[in-house]
């Protein structure tokens, strides 16, 4: 008894007879591509510049100070962020660089 089989054998033993697909039968037919290929150029496009759009932005209003429960001025900074934490943030910082005593009013959208 041949206890060597083939793959196809081996197949066969495993899942049935099987239709052969039909790339099987036409391995020799093969599409060639030719060696030069002829590419014209693309045409070039000047970009267009985008004006800018909205932009987002928010009014924080802050009151500050140099004197403890002293006299206080009303300051107003513009952030052009969505973000309110950020603008809050961004504002006192600015704020910090002058004055003392900062404290946030409102945030708002213009």
Known sequence: MNTELTEEEMRRALFGESEVPAS???????????????VEPAKVTK???????????LKVTLRVGNEFEGKMHEMVHEADTLSSLVAEQ??????????????????ESM
Do not use: G, M
């Open 24 to 38: 099987a039968i036409n391995l020799h037919v093969q599409d060639t591509a030719p060696d030069v290929v002829i």
């Open 47 to 57: 970009k267009k510049k985008v004006s800018k759009a909205f932009t987002p932005r």
């Open 90 to 107: 961004e504002a006192t910082k600015t704020a910090r660089k002058k004055f003392r005593f900062v404290e946030v009013v409102s945030v």
